[in-house]
C-alpha cells in the first residue's frame, strides 16, 4: 500500500505520547561536527525552536500513533532528489475556479519559491474538476460538496510533468480521503510526486488568516512530497494536525530537524533562504514572523 501522509480531522482512541528529550532531540538532527559552521548555526537550537509538547485532547498526538522521523531516518528512506532525471520544477495545479477576492495563488507561489528554493515553482493552466474522474460526495455536517482525494491523486499521477519534481494540486472543493473521513485539509504522497491541498475551511472573513493558513498548508503536504513525515521533536511546520485550532498553532517554519531534511534535498542557501522568507512576509502582512527570520539570519551571520 502507497504510503500517505495527511492533515486530518478525526478522533479514534486516546494514546500517551511523550514529547522527546533534549538528547532525543539532538540525536534527531544528529551530528554537526562535520558540516560548515553556517550550518552547523543553522540546525542549532538557539532558542529560536519550541520543543514539541504533550498534546491536549483531540490534538493529532493524542489520536495518532507517530513514530517519527530523524534526519537519519530520513536520509534512509531514499528521497527523491530534485533535480534527478531533470525534475527540478514544482508545479502547483488549480482545479476548478477560485474567488477574485480569496487567496491569491501567484503569492501562495511566490511563498513555496522563497520557502522551498532554490527550486523553481510554476503555475498550471487551470482544469476542471469534470476532466478528473473523481468521485464526489456532500459533507453530512456542512451540506458542501467534497471530492475524494485519493482518487484525485491517482489521477493526478498519471499528469506529472517529466520535469515535475512534484505537482501541488489546489482546489476550493473539500476534500475526504475515504468514506470513513470527516474531511482533510490536505494529503500528499512521500514518493510518487503529487499532492493536492484545499482552500475550502480557511473563510472568507479575514484574508490575511486566510492566507496564512493556505501557504502552511501547502508548504506542509510540500514537505510530505520531499519525503518528510510528520515531525514529533519540535514544534514544526511538519507537525500533524487534527482541527483548525490545532493547525492555527503549528508554527509556518521547520525545525532543526526538519531544515537538515529540506537541505539534503535542495541544498538551500540558507542565509537566502532566510532572508527572502523574511521578505515575503514583511511583504504579505505578517511582521513578527519577518523578523524572526530576520534574527535567524543575524544568528547565521553573526
Ligand atoms: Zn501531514
Ligand atoms: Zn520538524
Not at 276 to 296: F, H, I, P, Q, V
Request: aromatic fraction near 8%.
Amino acid at each position: 500500500m502507497r504510503l500517505v501522509l495527511i492533515l486530518l480531522f478525526g478522533v479514534s482512541s486516546v494514546l500517551a505520547f511523550e514529547p522527546p528529550n533534549s538528547d532525543k532531540r539532538r540525536d534527531a538532527v544528529g551530528p554537526l561536527q562535520a558540516l560548515p559552521p553556517v550550518l552547523q548555526r543553522l540546525l542549532s537550537d538557539g532558542g529560536s525552536f519550541r520543543p514539541m509538547e504533550k498534546p491536549l485532547a483531540g490534538d493529532w498526538l493524542s489520536t495518532n500513533k507517530e513514530p517519527g522521523q530523524t534526519f537519519a531516518q530520513y536520509v534512509q528512506s531514499r528521497p527523491n532528489k530534485p533535480g534527478d532525471n531533470g525534475r527540478g520544477t514544482i508545479y502547483l495545479q488549480p482545479i476548478g475556479s477560485f474567488p477574485k477576492d480569496g487567496v491569491q495563488l501567484e503569492s501562495v507561489r511566490k511563498y513555496l519559491e522563497a520557502f522551498y528554493q532554490p527550486m523553481r515553482v510554476e503555475m498550471l493552466h487551470s482544469m476542471d474538476e469534470s476532466q478528473l474522474l473523481v468521485t464526489t460526495r456532500v459533507n453530512r455536517g456542512t451540506d458542501k460538496l467534497q471530492m475524494n482525494c485519493t482518487e484525485l491523486l491517482n489521477e493526478l499521477e498519471h499528469l506529472v510533468p517529466a520535469d515535475a519534481y512534484i505537482v501541488m494540486a489546489v482546489t476550493m472543493t473539500d476534500l475526504y480521503p475515504s468514506e470513513e473521513w470527516n474531511f482533510v485539509f490536505g494529503m500528499a504522497r512521500l514518493k510518487n510526486r503529487v499532492g493536492v491541498f484545499s482552500l475550502a475551511r480557511y473563510g472568507a472573513d479575514d484574508p490575511q488568516l486566510a492566507l496564512e493558513r493556505a501557504v502552511k498548508v501547502v508548504a506542509h503536504e510540500t514537505g510530505h512530497a520531499f519525503g518528510m513525515a510528520h515531525c514529533i521533536h519540535f514544534r514544526c511546520l511538519m507537525n500533524g494536525v487534527n482541527h483548525l485550532g490545532e493547525a492555527d498553532k503549528v508554527p509556518q517554519t521547520l525545525c532543526p530537524v526538519c531544515l537538515r531534511k529540506l537541505h539534503y534535498a535542495t541544498g538551500f542557501d540558507p542565509v537566502k533562504r532566510y532572508s527572502e522568507a523574511s521578505g515575503w512576509w514583511l511583504k504579505n502582512g505578517d511582521e513578527s514572523l519577518a523578523s524572526w527570520y530576520s534574527k535567524r539570519v543575524k544568528s547565521l551571520t553573526r
